[in-house]
């Protein structure tokens, strides 16, 4: 996928006017397949201004599709069939529903581009359905099991040949996924310049590009400002590598696992289990739906109210587990 040269021209690739039946060039070469995806791609990045992991998604998706069979006929030969062929291999090979209906997303948008922009008479992917999602409630770390992770880094010993500085780099990291529930990916692509500590703020770009204001509470605000004095971290990237260069997600998600491993929680834990927990801590103590909709930066409220069946669900256990007459 080429990103800076999309960037720079702006425009998709254009492609010969003279359509065949199927609505696309006839006689196309695997060059000009690759060149509407290509142009699809750089369409969404320059026109929709999605993030690089949608970029990165969608490009996977794509090639996903046109490389699970040595039979592919061309994107302009695809017909329902074809992709109920494949929904159905990967259904057969327990794929999640999440996963289905994300690499679906993606052949749809190109279909839709496909025939508003490049003149594809037809859509395949109208007659295609797909399975319902399925309805997971996301598992939550009590208060107690969140505050036995966030003390970790400070207590263990200092692992050989590791800065004097990463155990306060790795207190900052997870009280600040806590503090303010951001995504894996918000968090990676922080600097220093994102954070106001007058009015302890952190400015985070989110799906989309959407830019936003989370607060950060006190001792998220204390760990970064300690993590930063420590390191010497004045500029650039807010986290940094043993190596001092930006934090990757894999290493991110290493931090928190190596402290999972230590801890002894019965649950399993991951950068977005913070997120998850710190919703439905904001709903048990009494937060308004759109103010939790907004600190997480979701385009659509019904993606939050999952967390309030989370948090009536808790609610329900303390009752049971609580009351002399709950049964």
């Known amino acids: 996928m080429r990103r800076s040269s999309s960037r720079g021209s702006g425009r998709p690739r254009s492609v010969p006017q003279v359509l065949s039946s199927s609505g696309l060039p006839p006689g196309s070469s695997a060059l000009e397949e690759d060149e509407l995806s290509e142009a699809y791609l750089e369409h969404l990045s320059v026109e929709r201004n999605v993030s690089p992991r949608t970029l990165i998604n969608y490009h996977h998706a794509l090639n996903a599709f046109r490389t699970h069979s040595n039979a592919f006929p061309g994107w ?100 600040l996924f806590y503090s303010s529930g951001l995504r894996l990916a918000e968090l990676v692509a922080l600097d220093c310049r994102d954070f106001d500590f007058i009015s302890e703020t952190v400015r985070v770009f989110g799906k989309g590009r959407k830019e936003r204001l989370c607060p950060v509470g006190g001792p998220a605000v204390a760990a970064i400002q300690r993590y930063r004095g420590e390191a010497k971290v004045s500029e650039g990237a807010l986290f940094l590598s043993k190596l001092r260069r930006r934090m990757t997600s894999r290493a991110i998600t290493d931090v928190v696992k190596k402290y999972h491993a230590v801890s002894g929680l019965p649950v399993q834990v991951s950068p977005h289990k913070f997120r998850h927990s710190f919703a439905t801590h904001l709903l048990d103590a009494g937060a308004d739906l759109r103010s939790v909709q907004s600190l997480l930066g979701h385009a659509s409220l019904s993606t939050t109210q999952i967390y309030t069946h989370v948090s009536i669900e808790r609610m329900k256990e303390a009752y049971d587990k609580a009351h002399p007459r709950a049964e």
């Open 76 to 175: 302009r030969e695809c017909r329902p069939d074809h992709f109920r062929k494949y929904l159905f291999e990967l259904m057969k090979k327990n794929v999640a529903r999440a996963t289905i209906r994300l690499h679906f997303a993606a052949l749809r948008g190109f279909y839709k581009y496909l025939t508003l922009r490049k003149g594809l008479l037809k859509n395949p992917l109208v007659e295609v359905l797909l399975p319902k999602t399925e309805k997971k409630l996301p598992v939550v770390l009590t208060q107690a099991q969140v505050l036995t992770l966030l003390e970790l880094p400070l207590k263990l010993p200092l692992e050989k040949q590791a800065p004097s500085w990463m155990p306060s780099r790795d207190a900052a990291l997870l009280e």
